[in-house]
């Protein structure tokens, strides 16, 4: 069932960490549905648990509520507004069909998981979640970072797009004249949310009479009213290679030996 898309900003949203390079991508995507007042059902790996100290100096802990508690605080969450589950916790309400989420985002995507997703394993809760969203016909969104890819994720792509499930790898635009790396995540975390129908303002849109102009204060501000919360914990990982290039960076993250785990 190829899913129809609603033009309706979601309620609940379904997000999973898996263990690819792109961590700040998941934690704003995060933060942003926060902001924009959805409710947050989180899960995550055992390798997105290594990427997250790897790239962002953050320590998830092992144990859900720790993490719930860890990122509702940080983000501002709003009692029961963030949900976090274990990867083995089935009796979770986004297990099955009769109480899945209203959208699920997979953002980091390994090759292991989209593989995994794409053959209807369900060997997780991560997997599972993201099969119930297929056969409900509920928005699934998948942010592959992985380079070059192979025949097989190729493959193994196009299926999952025949089905519907959007495949959006973390490519962000130039036109924007980003000036920090923060910008760049901003560029593909809104794509994502475009895809969920949340409102957003993180990116110039292509046309708008701004786009390609405007001071780096200006992009600053605009940031800002979006409620750019990244605090002085995950900045200076963002940024690890001060005075370097952000191409630089990019190509840097672009080399974690992690990127095909789950």
């Known amino acids: 069932m190829i899913p129809t898309r609603r033009n309706v900003c979601p309620e609940t949203v379904a ?3 898996t263990g690819a ?10 933060e942003c549905l926060l902001a924009a007042g959805c409710t947050v059902w989180l899960l995550y790996s055992q390798v997105a648990q290594i990427v997250a100290r790897q790239e962002m100096d953050l320590n998830l802990p092992s144990r859900p509520t720790e993490v719930e508690a860890l990122l509702g605080e940080r983000f501002g969450a709003r009692p029961g507004q963030l949900r976090v589950f274990g990867r083995e916790e089935w009796f979770a309400p986004l297990a099955s069909g009769s109480n899945p989420a209203d959208a699920m985002v997979v953002c980091p995507c390994t090759m292991g998981t989209l593989a995994s997703i794409a053959a209807g394993l369900s060997q997780n809760l991560i997997e599972r979640a993201a099969d119930v969203a297929i056969k409900e016909g509920r928005p699934l969104v998948l942010v592959p970072r992985e380079t070059p890819f192979s025949a097989i994720h190729l493959e193994n792509m196009l299926k999952l797009a025949r089905l519907g499930v959007v495949i959006l790898p973390p490519s962000p635009g130039f036109y924007t004249h980003p000036q920090t790396v923060e910008d760049m995540v901003d560029f593909v975390v809104a794509r994502v949310l475009d895809q969920l129908s949340v409102p957003n303002r993180l990116m110039r849109r292509w046309g708008d009479a701004e786009t390609g102009s405007g001071s780096e204060s200006e992009v600053e501000s605009e940031a800002e009213a979006q409620g750019r919360a990244l605090d002085d914990r995950v900045r200076p990982a963002v940024d690890a290679a001060t005075g370097a290039p952000v191409a630089d960076v990019l190509a840097t993250a672009g080399r974690n030996p992690l990127g095909g785990d789950r």
């Open 15 to 17: 997000v999973a960490f």
């Open 21 to 30: 390079s792109g961590m700040p991508y998941g934690l704003r995507l995060v």
